[in-house]
């Protein structure tokens, strides 16, 4: 199994600044795809922004140019840099990550979730 841990949130003001960090861990023996995704209260989990193994990125066009994702491979762990942040980036952040395991000597792939960091922007 895999577990992703989230850390970073917090309560900023408008146009502050938040990184956040979610390490993986396991009997993990590669990830593909890495995440961000935000649930806001009284709406559905939406993606944020999302980064391959090849490095190839994908950002929700509501922060383009304003969050920037990055992982490193070596420690399994995925950041989210948030600058410029708005009251509508007020939300739960969740970590995604696309593992393949191993169980049992056999590789097994799947999809998991962290159990997100709260993240408020507010004056």
């Known amino acids: 199994q895999v577990q992703l841990v989230e850390s970073g949130g917090g309560l900023v003001q408008p146009g502050g600044s938040l990184r956040l960090s979610c390490a993986a861990s396991g009997s993990i023996f590669s990830i593909y795809e890495m995440g961000w995704y935000r649930q806001a209260l009284g709406k559905q989990r939406e993606l944020v922004a999302a980064?391959?193994?090849?490095?190839?990125?994908n950002y929700a066009d509501s922060v383009k140019g304003r969050f920037t994702i990055s992982r490193d491979d070596a420690e399994n762990t995925v950041f989210l840099q948030m600058n410029s942040l708005k009251p509508e980036d007020t939300a739960v952040y969740h970590c995604n990550a696309d593992c393949v395991t191993v169980v049992a000597g056999t590789r097994v792939r799947g999809d998991y979730w962290g159990q997100g960091t709260q993240v408020t922007v507010s004056s």
């Open positions: 980064i391959t193994s090849g490095g190839s990125t």
